[in-house]
């Protein structure tokens, strides 16, 4: 699939979403059919159009993005950005901004667990604390807005404790 047209279809994906402004603690699930996700999922960058977000797919949806035609493409008009107002201290951004401009899509090809952003720890562990919802991978999903740009990151209870204190 070439780079613009699976941008355009992240982006599709992407804005039928409504983020919260609070950081949230919950289930990682599929970003297309909301399936809840367990092991991982296959990770995609969208990195355009004012956002910088990975859109964790489940293995169906991951094979449907890549074949279905173009007609089927729909971008719902964008959420609101003034919501997202920037909250963390000037450190914990520099920080954040460190996170985000590692990421690289082409080294995160395939099906790959969910991780904590800041220390790497594996996020299916957290899978325990919710006995009603035993196979999601849990974690801290947190947006922030940058200069415009949404980005989304996802952190254990201990490095999003550990940002909220810088
Ligand atoms: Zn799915
Ligand atoms: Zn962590």
């Known amino acids: 699939m070439i780079a613009e ?3 355009i ?4 994906i992407v804005s039928r979403w409504e983020p919260h402004a609070e950081a949230e603690f919950r289930g990682f699930r599929c970003g297309r059919c909301d399936e809840p996700l367990l092991e ?3 990770h995609h960058l969208l990195d355009s159009s ?6 964790h797919l489940c293995g169906h949806c991951d094979r449907t993005f890549k074949t279905e035609p173009d007609s089927e493409l729909e971008i719902v008009p ?6 997202f ?3 963390f201290s000037k450190y914990a951004e520099t920080v954040l901004d460190r996170i985000a401009a590692r ?4 080294a995160r090809t395939g099906f790959g667990e969910f991780t904590c952003d800041l220390c790497g720890a594996p996020l299916s562990t957290m899978r325990d604390r919710h006995p009603n919802f035993p196979t999601m991978a849990r974690g801290w999903h947190v947006w922030r807005n940058k200069n415009g740009v949404l980005i989304e990151y996802h952190f254990c209870s ?3 404790e550990h940002l909220l204190k810088l």
């Open 50 to 55: 004012g956002y910088l977000v990975w859109v």
């Open 158 to 160: 201990a490095s999003w």
């Open 5 to 7: 047209l699976k941008q």
């Open 78 to 83: 964008g959420i609101s950005r003034e919501h």
């Open 103 to 106: 990421w690289n899509p082409a």
């Open 9 to 12: 279809r992240l982006q599709e």
């Open 40 to 42: 991982g999922a296959y």
């Open 85 to 87: 107002h920037p909250f």
